[in-house]
């Protein structure tokens, strides 16, 4: 993913896991409340919080980053060609998924490849 994805996504959990004010001020997004000038000028912004929802980010992510949840699925050569062939047949995805014992998800991704 690119990097802008990427900030967005991780933006995206963030206020999952708190709220728009502070997303608004995990992503440096100007003024993290849009209706009051001078919250800025005359009090901290919340890092704690931001801090807090990170913690709350990274337990939800957890599993990924330490590669638990991410399991490689490996088929053979020979049930990758009966996937492209039952494809050129114009078999639908569903059957090719339940002939070759694979997830849908798999076909699709080896039709494309």
């Known amino acids: ?27 440096c ?32 992510l957890k599993d990924i980053f330490e590669g638990e949840a991410v399991k490689e699925c490996k088929i053979s050569i020979g049930t990758i060609r009966k996937i492209k062939a039952l494809h050129a047949e114009g078999v639908p995805v569903k059957e090719i998924a339940e002939r070759c014992g694979v997830a849908e998800s798999t076909v699709r991704a080896r039709i494309k490849g």
């Not at 849009?34 to 939800?60: C, G, S």
């Open 1 to 27: 993913m690119s990097f802008c994805k990427l900030r967005k996504t991780a933006g995206n959990l963030i206020r999952d896991n708190s709220d728009g004010e502070i997303a608004g001020i995990f992503l």
């Open 29 to 60: 997004h100007g003024q993290a409340v849009k209706t009051d000038d001078l919250a800025d000028v005359y009090t901290n912004r919340p890092f704690k919080k931001v801090f807090t929802a990170q913690d709350r980010v990274w337990e939800f």
